[in-house]
């Protein structure tokens, strides 16, 4: 008998865990079925994350250098970069300004008295961390010794130290071959891995949202209603109308075709809310199913991956003005655009890895003189949006390679350099 496709084995197991772990809330976590239920799914659901980030480091070094060693002719290397910063830079910027935009229309956490928090904000100590030491640290955390990066998980250095082997792989061009081809085949060899794993992605998928559904705290979601449906309702706005419409207007492909690709990585995203864990399977989506050429995707999606996060930019940005309402307090224009741009860097500095932009969220907070201990509120439900803002972290690293390859590939100017 044939199995149905992979794709739709996956679809099916995330709907199967989403019904279980409901199932599993209703007869409450002391029962012997959901404690034994939860321990198993534990271990299947870290197992699944386990392999993806045994393969993550190898990977992202490979498809970043070998991406940028094929980018081979300067000219074209230089529209690549070009291209894809200020691609992340404007799709950040739209989406926190939606976010921002919806916030202020509907202003959740007005009403809600924050001394209704009180209890969950003793229990939490927010670390302090000002802006400037921030994005000292975030400088600091770029060049790293690389095998030290390498042996720690550290993604943005391996990121940074790829990106210089690649560009002094391209200027040194043939003198190098040997190295280009062995990174090269190291990628192919880590890519076939890849596949492997992805025929457990349906068992670790349902297990991950087994366990999501069932420990969620469903009384505290209740209360944050609003906030919850604004940002759901903005991440949908963003990754399901706006990412789409971008992708149509500069290639002409429709969102139909998108989803037939991306899928898997989306729900792959959804269940593991890391952008990294997801990237081994973004790379097989974008060259495998959307015809992204290796060295485009290898380039922009594990850098996507790291620093392009639209999901979290624009969740920072709501939340900073949600908090704003619980305390009281009425952001000025200027304190948004504070808020603007911090968001902005909080999203970037977050690595792409479950609740991080929670952390980074204590610095947006901060800029305009919002308590921190704040997030307190925040983190009892930030797993269950967690997911739904990776998920739109991916599409738009996704898209970003779509369009990236379309603007730099196919003008007449770049095929020519190419030939
Ligand atoms: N989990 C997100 C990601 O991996 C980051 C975050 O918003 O916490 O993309």
Known sequence: MKL??????ILLAAIIGVLVGMYFHTLGTEHQLVSVGLYTAGLAGTFFIDL?????????????????????????????????????????????????????????????????FADAMQNFEAKQVPLSAFFAQFLHGLFVNPFAALAQSN????????????????????????????????????MLIVGWIMYLAPLGVMALLIQLVAVQDITMLSTLVKFVTVVIGVLLLHGVVILPLVLYVFTGKTPLWLVRGNREALLTAFATSSSSATLPVSLRCATQQLNVKPEIAGFVLPLG????????????????????????????????LIVFFTAMIAAMGAPGIPSAGMVTMVLVLQSVGLPAEAIAILLPIDRLLDTLRTTVNVQGDIVGSLVVQKMTLQTPKSLHTNT
Request: hydrophobic content about 60%.
């Open 4 to 9: 149905p496709s992979l794709n739709f084995q």
């Open 52 to 116: 993806l980030k045994m393969i993550l480091i190898p990977l992202v070094f490979c498809s970043i250098s070998v991406g940028i060693a094929n980018l081979r002719a300067h000219q074209q290397m230089h529209r690549v970069w070009v291209t894809t910063l200020i691609y992340f830079t404007a799709t950040m910027m739209i989406a926190i300004g939606l976010g921002l935009l919806v916030a202020n229309y509907f202003k959740p956490g007005s009403g809600l008295h924050i001394m209704m």
């Open 155 to 190: 993604v943005l250095a391996v990121v940074m130290f790829a990106l210089i082997l690649g560009v002094a792989l391209v200027v040194g061009g043939e003198r190098f071959n040997h190295l280009r081809n062995l990174l090269q085949e190291a990628l192919d060899v880590t």
């Open 305 to 336: 991956a790291t620093i392009n996060m639209d999901g979290t930019a624009l969740y920072e940005a709501i939340a900073a003005l949600f908090i704003a309402n619980l305390v009281g307090i009425e952001l000025s224009f200027v304190q948004q």
